[in-house]
């Protein structure tokens, strides 16, 4: 199969390894590498997920004309065009994209230096800086109201309507302990209505292993592209703040694990003004605590929805793995709300 698909990509003969790749949740990664330095990332897009692969290409190829025209020393990570012309081949049913491997590159899964933070918080605001002269608008939703949190609580309520008692008893803490944040759920609203939020190119998955780091720790790129589409800048900044602020990751089962640092808020705080801070209106920043709430908040729905809905969409390694998931997101929303008033008076003293 493998074979077939990297000959409908120009890259010919059977001499290929191919190796399974990294630790996302969603596509299907390989590393295909070749007898020399060649190497190249191979993924089977999720079209459970992405409904419509075509609009990922097409974005990523509006996007990569712009800034091939505008910033051309920019390394994005642009789909390789198939035989076919297009960045999307089509195999047994599945779609296919292939990019450049990125040479002397590496990922990691949780941060463990506030540098980090703050070199991925440059790598994700210049991105957006980039496209700012970009018209959003442009970009087709690859997922419809992919970051829409008033939608994410009405699936949340379908799902609790619709929901396998067992599951509903185990989790009844837990849904309560959601419940008592929908003030979340409302600013959101409100913010979504207010014509002082633009729509900017955003990213929409900026947890740590979305950048590549360099041998040195210097942030070189951020991949994993599908979810760039319109959205609020506190979508990308806000999902920085809910993967990078605590050691503890989403899969920790020991909650006490999770812990909100201040220093790592600074450094991606300083990372992404460095690079936004005179693109975004004074009423933007004024989000930018709120961003974190929003989007751990958010979170803890998708997963607690996802157990209420069998685990179809994250899967689950474990039984109740996803409420694990969800309960570990708001012990960690809890941690981030009792430093709200230190974090506003970091954004506050920022110069
Ligand atoms: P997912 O949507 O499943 O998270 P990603 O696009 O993030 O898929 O890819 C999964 C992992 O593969 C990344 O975290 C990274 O480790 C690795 N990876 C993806 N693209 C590249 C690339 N172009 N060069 C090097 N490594 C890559
Ligand atoms: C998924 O693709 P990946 O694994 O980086 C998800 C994100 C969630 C994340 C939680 C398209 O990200 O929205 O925040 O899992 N992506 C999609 O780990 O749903
Ligand atoms: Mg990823």
Same mark, same amino acid.
């Given at each position: 199969?493998?074979?077939?698909?990297?000959?409908?990509?120009?890259?010919?003969?059977?001499?290929?390894?191919?190796?399974?790749?990294?630790?996302?949740?969603?596509?299907?990664?390989?590393?295909?590498?070749?007898?020399?330095?060649?190497?190249?990332?191979?993924?089977?897009?999720?079209?459970?997920?992405?409904?419509?692969?075509?609009?990922? /290409?097409?974005?990523?190829?509006?996007?990569?004309?712009?800034?091939?025209?505008?910033?051309?020393?920019?390394?994005?990570?642009?789909?390789?065009?198939?035989?076919?012309?297009?960045?999307?081949?089509?195999?047994?049913?599945?779609?296919?994209?292939?990019?450049?491997?990125?040479?002397?590159?590496?990922?990691?899964?949780?941060?463990?230096?506030?540098?980090?933070?703050?070199?991925?918080?440059?790598?994700?605001?210049?991105?957006?800086?980039?496209?700012?002269?970009?018209?959003?608008?442009?970009?087709?939703?690859?997922?419809?109201?992919?970051?829409?949190?008033?939608?994410?609580?009405?699936?949340?309520?379908?799902?609790?309507?619709?929901?396998?008692?067992?599951?509903?008893?185990?989790? /009844?803490?837990?849904? $309560?302990?959601?419940?008592?944040?929908?003030?979340? /759920?409302?600013?959101?609203?409100?913010?979504?209505?207010?014509?002082?939020?633009?729509?900017?190119?955003?990213?929409?998955?900026?947890?740590?292993?979305?950048?590549?780091?360099? /041998?040195?720790?210097?942030?070189?790129?951020?991949?994993?592209?599908?979810?760039?589409?319109?959205?609020?800048?506190?979508?990308?900044?806000?999902?920085?703040?809910?993967?990078?602020?605590?050691?503890?990751?989403?899969?920790?089962?020991?909650?006490?694990?999770?812990?909100?640092?201040?220093?790592?808020?600074?450094?991606?705080?300083?990372?992404?003004?460095?690079?936004?801070?005179?693109?975004?209106?004074?009423?933007?920043?004024?989000?930018?605590?709120?961003?974190? $709430?929003?989007?751990?908040?958010?979170?803890?729905?998708?997963?607690?929805?996802?157990?209420?809905?069998?685990?179809?969409?994250?899967?689950?390694?474990?039984?109740?793995?996803?409420?694990?998931?969800?309960?570990?997101?708001?012990?960690?929303?809890?941690?981030?709300?009792?430093?709200?008033?230190?974090?506003?008076?970091?954004?506050?003293?920022?110069?």
């Amino acid at each position: 199969m493998f074979q077939q698909i990297l000959h409908s990509f120009n890259l010919p003969g059977d001499g290929w390894h191919i190796q399974p790749f990294g630790s996302g949740l969603i596509n299907h990664t390989w590393k295909v590498s070749g007898a020399g330095a060649e190497a190249y990332i191979l993924q089977r897009i999720n079209t459970g997920v992405f409904k419509n692969p075509g609009h990922i /290409a097409a974005n990523l190829l509006l996007v990569q004309n712009y800034l091939e025209q505008h910033t051309p020393g920019y390394l994005f990570v642009a789909p390789i065009p198939a035989k076919n012309g297009e960045g999307l081949v089509i195999h047994d049913g599945h779609y296919y994209r292939l990019t450049p491997f990125i040479q002397n590159s590496h990922t990691v899964n949780v941060l463990t230096d506030s540098h980090q933070a703050c070199e991925a918080a440059k790598q994700f605001g210049q991105f957006t800086r980039l496209l700012n002269g970009f018209n959003a608008a442009q970009l087709q939703y690859t997922i419809p109201d992919f970051h829409n949190l008033t939608l994410r609580v009405a699936q949340f309520e379908k799902a609790l309507a619709s929901a396998d008692p067992i599951r509903l008893r185990k989790a /009844a803490e837990t849904i $309560k302990e959601a419940q008592s944040h929908t003030a979340i /759920a409302e600013t959101f609203s409100q913010l979504a209505q207010n014509k002082q939020m633009p729509l900017r190119v955003i990213h929409h998955d900026t947890k740590i292993n979305n950048v590549l780091f360099d /041998a040195t720790g210097k942030g070189l790129c951020v991949i994993d592209l599908d979810t760039v589409m319109p959205g609020f800048y506190s979508s990308d900044v806000g999902d920085m703040m809910r993967t990078y602020l605590s050691p503890a990751s989403e899969e920790e089962q020991d909650f006490s694990k999770i812990t909100v640092r201040e220093e790592y808020f600074s450094a991606l705080h300083r990372g992404y003004m460095q690079q936004m801070g005179e693109v975004l209106s004074p009423f933007e920043k004024s989000l930018f605590v709120y961003s974190g $709430k929003f989007i751990i908040y958010m979170q803890a729905l998708r997963f607690l929805s996802d157990y209420l809905n069998n685990d179809t969409y994250y899967g689950a390694k474990y039984e109740g793995h996803n409420l694990m998931r969800a309960q570990n997101q708001l012990m960690l929303l809890a941690k981030y709300i009792a430093c709200e008033d230190k974090f506003e008076q970091i954004v506050r003293d920022f110069k």
